[in-house]
């Protein structure tokens, strides 16, 4: 199963690329850069696999570039543990 089949294992796997991005002492300003980044991927290449997904592309495809800022950010949040 892939890691995008499961919201779950989705928020498990960012949780865990964002420990190691902190443990590299990688800035929140950096973080947050890429988890556009990642969403701009996203949204633009992978259909979405489950209804979280397809939420969170759905959103993505109507909000502005700060929105879609937001949203990242938002999501490194959701998955970090700390």
Do not use: T
């Not at 796997?13 to 556009?36: H, I, M, P, T």
């Not at 209804?51 to 970090?80: G, P, T, Y």
Request: proline letters at 1%.
């Amino acid at each position: 199963m892939s890691v995008v089949d499961n919201w779950d294992h989705w928020k498990e796997f960012l949780n865990s690329r964002l420990d190691e991005a902190q443990d590299k002492g990688l800035s929140d300003g950096v973080v947050s850069d890429v988890a556009y980044q990642v969403g701009e991927y996203l949204a633009g290449q992978v259909e979405p696999k489950n209804d979280q997904e397809r939420v969170l592309a759905d959103l993505w495809k109507v909000a502005s570039e700060e929105e879609q800022h937001a949203i990242a950010n938002m999501m490194v949040k959701l998955v970090d543990h700390k």
